[in-house]
Every structure is written in C-alpha cells, then in structure tokens.
C-alpha cells in the first residue's frame, strides 16, 4: 500500500509554475491576476480563498480577493462580476462557493465570462468539456487524473468506478476518466449493492461528502482509492474524507489521504488553470 501525497506532487508543480510564470512580466508585460471574490463569512469559505491566495503568492500569480458582506444582493454581486469581466488585467474569475440562500448560483456561475472561468463551472466551458472541445477543466477531477498519473497507475481498459455524481467532481471526473479509456461506472445514493459494485473497482472514485462512508467490503484487494470528500469527524472534531482510511488502506495498492490528498492537487489545478486563462488573454 502506498499513500500518494497531493501535498508533495503539488508542491512540485507549483515551483515548476513559479519558474514559468517569472519569466512572464518581462515576455508580455505583467503577471497573471486571479480576482476571487467571497460573499459572507463562512468559516471553511474562508480558509478555502485564504489557500488559494497563499497558493497564488508561491506561483507568483497577483491575487486580490474581494470580501463582500453576506447581506450583499445578487445585483450587486452580478455588477461586482461585470467589472471584472470588462477589466483586461484580471485573468481569472471565482467566486467562491456556497453563496448565500438568496444569490442564485447559476446565474452568478453563467455571468462570469467563459474566458475567466477558472473553476471550469461555465456552461460552454462543461459543453466543451463534453464535447472535447476547447474548455477550462474544473480544478478537482483535473486534480484528480494527475495524482493517478504521478505513479502511472494505468488508467485505460480498467474498470473504474465513481461514488457521486456531482457537476463540481463526480461527472467531470468520469468524463476525464473516459478520455483515458477508462471503463466508467457512476454511483450515488440511489445504487443498488454499492458495496459490490464498487469492489469491482481497479481504481475507485469518492466524491460523496458523507464522512468514512467507504468501509473495506466497498474495496476490491489491490485497488486505487482516491478520496475527494472533505469531512469533519464527529467523534474528533479532525477533519476526515469519504473513505475510513484505516479500515481500507491495507487493502489498496495505492490510496489518498484527507488532508493532504486531493485538496491541495485542487488548488494547483486552480493556479494552472490561471496560467492558461492568462496566456489566452495576452496572446490575444
């Protein structure tokens, strides 16, 4: 059994963004900028835009965040995106996600232009993920497909199974999963015998957001585990993912561990995805 750090193979990539991106002001004349904008104060939003702007700073891309009350309206916000959408220094657009109950998260999502969309959540940039066409790829799945590539675990012709069928990770990994030839099988509440569908798994998927819900008889002797959720244990108040990491380990060959598996891979995708909504915008 090997654990794969996202800590480490992001730490990796990000100085090799560092390297890139110093090399930009002089090429075209200014840095990347990443305008992230949060609306309230909720405590784990909060830590989230902390680390991306921490994140930013090691990449050298120029972060501003903007933190607008929780009482904020949706107009308000919608003009907040409207100036960054028209301004030509700002690279990349995220409002961090959830918004309060009265702001509609479609309509915010669409009102970000495609071009700045750097979670990917745009509804051309999930066309074109669909459609294999030019697009932004949503930072976690995209994360996800690197951790499996960093110790070239075969992902073509294996029967891969995924637990969650969200717009944010389930679908979008299942279609990355499928552009490596991956033979895909989507799971949620409503499956039946779920725990021998997914002992089937050569490489397993968790994207469920129920703490230590994956417990060994989910896991076929031999498989990959890569667990996405971000949990809080009730019993330790430690924050936890979706998989019951002692229960399963000793059975996988390789396995991811929350903290410090998917999430930090989230946010290097996020940097990487600057970059390249950045280089789009200069060579325009």
Not at 27 to 32: A, F, I, Q
Not at 134 to 149: E, M, Q, R, S
Not at 248 to 270: F, H, N, Q, R
Request: hydrophobic share 40%; net charge positive.
């Amino acid at each position: 059994m090997q654990v794969i750090s996202g800590k480490d193979l992001s730490a990796r990539l990000k100085a090799d963004m560092a390297k890139q991106v110093a090399t930009y002001k002089e090429r075209y004349g200014r840095l990347p900028k990443l305008s992230v904008i949060l609306v309230g104060n909720d405590p784990g939003s909060v830590s989230y835009v902390t680390g991306k702007a921490k994140a930013s700073e090691e990449v050298g891309i120029l972060n501003e965040t903007i933190r607008l009350d929780a009482s904020t309206t949706e107009a308000e916000l919608l003009r907040k995106i409207d100036e960054l959408n028209a301004d030509s220094s700002v690279d990349g657009i995220l409002v961090q996600l959830p918004l309060p109950k009265h702001i509609d998260e479609k309509k915010v999502i669409s009102a970000i232009r495609r071009e700045k969309d750097v979670d990917g959540f745009h509804p051309l940039n999930v066309a074109g993920l669909w459609s294999n066409t030019d697009c932004v790829v949503p930072c976690t799945p995209k994360g996800v497909i690197k951790l499996l590539k960093s110790q070239n675990i075969e992902m073509k012709g294996k029967n891969v199974v995924v637990i969650g069928r969200s717009n944010i990770v389930g679908l979008p990994v299942s279609k990355l999963l499928l552009n490596e030839n991956a033979t895909v099988t989507i799971t949620h509440s409503k499956t039946e015998n779920l725990p021998q569908v997914c002992a089937k798994a050569d490489i397993l998927v968790v994207a469920i957001g129920k703490a230590k819900f994956v417990t060994a008889d989910f896991v076929k002797q031999g498989a990959v585990v890569i667990d996405v959720g971000v949990n809080r244990d009730e019993a330790t108040g430690k924050l936890c993912g979706d998989v019951d990491f002692d229960a399963c380990a000793e059975k996988t060959s390789y396995i991811t561990k929350v903290p410090g598996g998917v999430g930090p891979m989230t946010i290097c995708c996020l940097m990487e995805n600057t970059i390249e909504c950045y280089l789009r915008n200069v060579a325009k």
